[in-house]
């Protein structure tokens, strides 16, 4: 029976909801200001039956989707790690305007602007990483990238979240956009599953792999700096004015650590 197209459907594709890890680019943003601006004022739209509400810790703005990890070699990850930080040492930090959620057909956004500050990022990303693996690996948003960021995913089972209700929800409530400061690009690598159907902290989770551009503040460029792999180190703990503190600041990339297994289910 075909499913209504007014219900969300699993955000999970099948050939990717296997528990493995894959490689990811993303932009990570300050917890609080995330908490506090885009997922406490729509909690009663978030989390509902048939919903994978994203705690705060996990928002996130992909930049680049990248093959398993387990598909890369060592030298290819140092090479990407090292190009990227080349190329965007004298990137600017960029601010992004979120506008107010939306209820699509898988999740509840929020789409950025302007998008090319960070369809520069796509473009770079993608190309270092076609370069280096000599294209093994789709061109996942190929036809088109934009910076979002989702609050929401739609899930597997036998309740669906119906998108009229929560446009009428949305209908009710005012709300204004949202200005996030672009000050880091992380290399991570996420672990999709299928069988988790509760928090999307369950549902989708990272490590990390290599931080990389940490804005010097007030100044014009971005900052290059590698750093280790603490054995399931989750990404997400790295974040707000001291973003690296829980990621072994001052040491050099470990590219060895990128390829284990996390530790986190």
Not at 2 to 15: C, Y
Request: net charge positive.
């Amino acid at each position: 029976m075909r499913r209504p197209t007014s219900e969300l459907v699993n955000a999970v594709p099948r050939a990717i909801g296997n528990g493995n890890l894959h490689l990811h680019w993303h932009l990570l943003y300050d917890e609080a200001l995330v908490e506090e601006q885009l997922v406490v004022p729509y909690r009663e739209l978030t989390h509902r039956p048939g919903l994978a509400p994203v705690p705060a810790r996990w928002v996130h703005a992909t930049v680049m989707h990248g093959g398993p990890v387990d598909q890369y070699t060592q030298a290819e990850i140092t090479a990407i790690v090292d190009r990227v930080g080349e190329a965007c040492a004298t990137t600017a930090p960029f601010d992004l305007i979120y506008d107010r959620h939306s209820v699509g057909t898988v999740a509840v956004e929020c789409a950025a602007r302007p998008g090319a500050p960070a369809r520069r990022l796509w473009e770079l990303t993608t190309a270092v990483d076609a370069d280096v693996t000599g294209g093994r690996f789709p061109r996942i948003l190929d036809d088109g990238y934009y910076p979002h960021v989702s609050l929401a995913y739609g899930v597997g089972g036998p309740e669906r979240a119906d998108r009229r209700t929560m446009k009428a929800w949305l209908s009710d409530h005012p709300g204004g956009p949202v200005v996030l400061r672009a000050t880091h690009l992380s290399l991570v690598a996420q672990r999709y599953d299928r069988r988790h159907k509760s928090l999307l902290c369950q549902h989708i989770k990272w490590r990390d792999c290599s931080l990389l551009l940490e804005s010097t503040g007030e100044g014009r460029t971005w900052s290059y700096r590698g750093f280790g792999v603490l054995a399931g180190c989750v990404a997400a703990a790295v974040r707000g004015s001291k973003p690296y503190a829980s990621a072994g600041i001052g040491g050099p990339t470990d590219s060895r650590a990128i390829g284990r297994k996390s530790q986190q289910p």
